[in-house]
């Protein structure tokens, strides 16, 4: 008989079959109770007619699919999910045919370093990463027998690191401008980027409500998705925060109110992108994405001298650590700014040996 157990929010069912003299399970992972028993019921009349229902003969881009549906699908942001769809399509084209219980490591290191070939290390992290994460569900379910997926390495083409971010003198060279220029909408949206480091998503499901113009701040609790009319959740819970704004800031965001709509921004991605580009072009800037508004934001409060926790917690990550790896270069700066202010802070000390002048 099937046995059932929970599964943090949804039910697993294991199915036990005979196959080839040896006792084998067979399992699957469902949202409900009642769709884990009514597969259960299927199984077990399939036990009864001789079906073959070994749950490793599925092929892999099947287990795939049905992983990122049942995993993911609820826990991603539909703009998310849409990238596991591509990892998808990959798993299709590279592993056709391909059975669970037929993969071993060397076959999927050989086939992802195929992909490699032309796509670059990043794009392979993420489908390796996600490649792992299946294959560690598969074996729990015991659709595979064998750990064949924790040596995986992600293999690809090395591109050259381009700064996103604005140089300290090309920020404020851009935050003066928007600040004496007209602010349509648009040049309002880049400069909410820029003074506050939300990402494009979350200045663009901004509504009026979200802006307190007595206390300078702003509830960040939403984010709208490429498709301009799907307002969801934030990246995750660490996105859900509160920051502080300028007067400036909080004042030009009050006169721009409308009592035509709750929502500050009616623009799309595409347009603030091609007014950004206008405007590094206009004013000699080193050209950067919308998403690199937001690495100028964190670049240069670092500079500035503000401390990583705060600008960790500013820009919703989930630990400084994030914050670290993605700003390690302004951070080596400080590093050694820090050291040479501590060099002459000790060194004018009154109890610090004075070297003899020899005559």
Sequence with gaps: MASFEKRGNKYRVVVSVMDNNARRKV??????KTAAKDWAIMMEADKLQNKSIIASRMTFADWFKFWMETYRKSDVRPSTYKTYVLTLNHVKKSFDGVVLEDLTYSLLQSRLDAIGKTHSKGTMSIITSRIKASLKDALYDKYILDDIFTRLKPHGIERSKKTNALSVT????????????????????????????????????????????PFNNIHISKSRSGDMNTIGKPKNKNSIRDIKITKELANIISNEKSSSTEFIFNCRRQTIRNRLDSLTSKLNLQPITVH???????????YKGVSINYVSARLGHANTSITQKVYAHMLKEEKTREQDKTIEVLSVSPDVPKAIRKC
């Design 27 to 32: 399992s699957k992972t469902f949202a409900t």
């Design 170 to 213: 090309e920020f404020e060279k851009l935050q003066d401008y928007l600040y004496h220029s007209k602010l349509d909408k648009a040049n309002l949206a880049i400069l909410v980027a820029l003074e506050t480091g939300m990402r494009i998503g979350e200045v663009l499901a901004l509504q009026y409500k979200d802006v307190s113009i």
């Design 292 to 302: 690199g508004l937001r690495h100028s934001h964190a670049s240069y409060l670092l």
